[in-house]
């Protein structure tokens, strides 16, 4: 989920095979994404699958790389298959605190005309702020460099707790580029909500002691018929404390802006050597 545990996020993206003035225009929303993206998160900001929604932030000095793929399956062409760019980022951790955190990242979106966006995160993790805090964030994402066409800016906000016996959930609005969030209809959708939860099991340690989840079941929705609008629901599988696989549809709340539904497969690995 290109979290930064392990990513939303990506976010939304842009189908090869409609116009380039689409092409051009969504592409940089997919480096939400999440993720997420992350998931991503991850590579985009931290996400979880589909949003930027999550409690995650990249430790500090923790280089994360994610390789983010949307695609159709079963669907020609002439009936609405297609993919997004592929999404390849990296994200780092750039604050020592223990109560303040901040990753920063960038991302290359290929093929593209403007393959090149940035994205920011920081605030304080649960607990920071108090007993029992939630973890408490703002950042933005899709932060792109061509003016009108890939810096859709959006800010968000995000409240994030860990229910005991269910799982962790999060929340928070966003806001972003009115000239670029737009139905297909052309109607302003530059503002809306997010949501995600993810709940970990199969705990196991590898030989150095470190104990994490082997497999971690993820969801979240974005609000808005734009092109951050959708949800997802998935599978992340650990192979180790720093490498993982997700795999999880995801569908669009207006099909005009981001097509059918489609498969994501996302790589994230966490890179801490790189520092040390």
């Not at 949501?195 to 705990?203: E, I, S």
Request: proline share 4%.
């Amino acid at each position: 989920m290109s979290r930064a545990s392990s990513a939303i996020q990506r976010g939304a993206g842009v189908e090869r095979n409609r116009s380039s003035t689409r092409r051009r225009a969504q592409a940089l929303a997919a480096a939400i994404v999440l993720a997420a993206t992350a998931a991503a998160g991850h590579a985009t900001s931290s996400s979880t699958l589909w949003t930027n929604m999550t409690p995650d932030i990249q430790a500090f000095g923790v280089f994360h790389l994610g390789v983010d793929n949307y695609f159709t399956v079963g669907r020609r062409a002439a009936d609405g298959g297609g993919d997004f760019p592929t999404d390849v980022g990296l994200t780092v951790g750039i604050l020592p605190f223990e109560k303040f955190q901040m990753e920063i990242g960038v991302d290359l979106l290929e093929p593209t005309d403007h393959p090149l966006s940035g994205n920011i995160k920081l605030g304080a993790p649960e607990g920071a702020l108090g007993p029992g805090a939630p973890a408490l964030y703002v950042g933005m994402f899709g932060l792109g460099t061509e003016t009108g066409v890939t810096d859709y800016n959006v800010a968000y906000l995000t409240i994030a707790r860990t229910i005991r016996g269910f799982g962790r959930v999060a929340a928070g609005p966003y806001l972003g580029n009115d000239r670029l969030l737009r139905s297909s209809k052309g109607e302003k959708q530059d503002t809306g909500f997010m949501v995600a939860f993810d709940r970990g099991f199969r705990p196991v340690s590898d030989a150095a002691g470190n104990t994490f989840n082997r497999f971690v079941l993820a969801a979240d929705y974005a609000s808005g018929d734009n092109a951050i609008g959708g949800a997802s629901a998935g599978l992340y599988a650990y192979f180790t404390k720093d490498i993982d696989l997700a795999v999880a549809p995801v569908w669009f709340n207006d099909e005009g802006v981001n097509g059918k539904w489609k498969l994501t497969v996302q790589l994230d690995v966490n890179l801490p050597g790189l520092t040390r």
